[in-house]
């Protein structure tokens, strides 16, 4: 997301995948598969149709995604009210790590198998989109196959950090990490490897906060991540401040 510069894209479609939740709660309150069936069809039906719509029309993708995103928002928060709960409707918002059981353990790590094997599968066509996304489109098929496959991880990814940190958290993990890989290495398998330690202290270092500090552990851990991120922008050895800095000195010295 952050190499096809789509990390706000991400944001919105953590909201789109609301009232596919909303409507599984309803029906079934926080039943686990229903809230995963729910947030992933609403998702995915987001996601193609923003698509859809920006490759059929003059509208960008980040214009329809949007329209998309909040019309998605606004129905699931309308769905969610009608059942008068607000300790359930700032579960599905914000998520509760610290509730997770072996069901919901499960379900997340098959998901990220999932995400594995298809991200190895796919690796060179979305490597090539996010480098030169009108050559892989003038190689036929390649393209939509790419474009879709992403939106797809996007999504899956979302809602199992969904069960996590909520709909309003999810996204944090997966672009605070990368972000701040990037002013650390160069190449992409390195922003790849980085980013995973990163998401691993993050987290882990959010876990012990809130213990320890008796905090949010959904918030904690998005604001450790935040802390990386901003430790990152200033002492990076790939375009830090301090080290463009020390750079330019070093050039005008």
Request: hydrophobic residues 55%.
């Amino acid at each position: 997301m952050t190499l096809r510069q789509m990390s706000l894209t991400g944001d919105a479609m953590s909201h789109a995948i609301l009232p596919g939740a909303a409507i599984a709660y309803l029906l079934s309150g926080l039943s686990l598969i229903g809230l995963t069936l729910g947030g992933l069809v609403a998702g995915v039906v987001v996601a193609v149709l923003a698509g859809w719509v920006a490759r059929s029309t003059h509208l960008k993708e980040d214009t329809s995604l949007a329209a998309f995103y909040l019309i998605s928002l606004a129905l699931g928060v309308l769905l969610i009210s009608l059942k008068h709960s607000p300790v359930d409707l700032y579960h599905v918002l914000f998520g509760n790590i610290l509730a997770l059981d072996n069901a919901a353990l499960w379900l997340l790590a098959s998901i990220g198998s999932i995400s594995l094997l298809l991200m190895a599968f796919l690796y060179r066509p979305l490597v090539i989109e996010c480098v030169d996304p009108s050559f892989l489109r003038r190689s036929g098929r390649a393209s939509s196959i790419a474009h879709y496959s992403f939106l797809f991880l996007m999504v899956i990814n979302l809602v199992a950090g969904f069960h996590a940190l909520g709909t309003l958290m999810a996204i944090g993990i997966m672009i605070l990490p990368a972000a701040a890989a990037r002013f650390w290495v160069k190449t992409l398998d390195g922003i790849l490897i980085v980013a995973m330690l990163i998401s691993f202290i993050g987290c882990y270092t959010g876990l012990l906060l809130s213990f320890y500090l008796d905090l949010p552990a959904g918030p904690a851990i998005v604001l450790s991540l935040g802390a990386v991120y901003v430790a990152s922008l200033f002492i990076g050895l790939n375009g830090g401040l301090l080290e463009k800095r020390h750079t330019k000195r070093h050039l005008t010295g």
